[in-house]
């Protein structure tokens, strides 16, 4: 079945560190792959989107994600954490066939240590 | 540029007492729309999507129903909740057709409780 993991629940990381949330989609045809962030009680927000080309793609707010076929992987990162940054991150996937829906990941919630 | 709204942002209903949750998309024409329910500390579920006036597919059977009335306006319902309806329910829009990035956009969302 299509489905998209996101492997940590929870990531506590100190401001200024750098982050990498992870992401993995099932086996098949490249899908098209999101990042998206929630904040408490807020809707989602697309951070970034990758479609095909460069496989490293530059969002909003300072992050980035890097797509890798050969790990079904689509990670996020950022260099340096801000505070600001504690929120609840969305991986997200269109699958071939799947018309126009998205299937998310269970998220993870990031927090930001002073 | 394009806007979507949803109403209440909070709502505490008793159980057996209808539902109405409303979304509207503005600067945009002929959107698919969708309605998402994500329970406390979960991720999303899809409810219902739709591809045009009238035409609503349900995703998960349950006390919920869906309508919309308007190009751009998504209704949410159910005629008696129950305690299990409680979350925060999200509606979206995305791009139609085949030649869209199938992003999808968010509204604020809506906290429901039932007591």
């Known amino acids: 079945a299509q489905s998209v993991t996101q492997p940590d629940i929870h990531i506590t990381v100190s401001e200024g560190a750098s982050l990498e949330l992870r992401c993995n989609y099932s086996?098949?045809?490249?899908?098209?792959l999101f990042w998206y962030v929630q904040s408490p009680g807020q809707g989602l927000q697309l951070l970034l989107k990758?479609?095909?080309?460069?496989?490293l793609v530059q969002g909003i707010k300072g992050f980035e994600a890097e797509f890798k076929r050969s790990q079904s992987s689509f990670n996020l990162r950022k260099p340096s954490v801000h505070w600001s940054d504690a929120a609840e991150y969305f991986c997200?996937?269109?699958?071939?066939?799947?018309?126009?829906?998205?299937?998310f990941g269970a998220g993870t919630r990031l927090a930001v240590h002073p | 540029s394009q806007t979507i709204h949803q109403w209440p942002a909070t709502l505490v209903q008793p159980v057996g007492s209808p539902l109405s949750l409303e979304c509207t998309v503005e600067?945009?024409?002929?959107?698919?729309l969708y309605w998402y329910r994500q329970a406390a500390g979960r991720g999303l579920q899809l409810l219902f999507y739709?591809?045009?006036?009238?035409?609503i597919s349900s995703e998960v059977p349950q006390n919920l129903s869906a309508s919309r009335p308007q190009d751009r306006q998504f209704i949410l319902s159910s005629k008696k909740l129950l305690l299990s309806d409680s979350g925060f329910y999200l509606c979206?829009?995305?791009?139609?057709?085949?030649?869209?990035?199938?992003?999808?956009?968010f509204g604020p969302g809506t906290r429901l409780t039932v007591t």
């Open positions: 979206a829009w995305s791009v139609p057709g085949t030649g869209s990035s199938y992003e999808q956009y």
């Open positions: 086996y098949g045809a490249t899908p098209y």
């Open positions: 990758y479609f095909s080309g460069d496989t």
């Open positions: 997200a996937a269109r699958f071939s066939g799947g018309y126009n829906k998205l299937i």
């Open positions: 600067g945009t024409s002929n959107p698919n």
């Open positions: 739709s591809v045009g006036i009238g035409q």
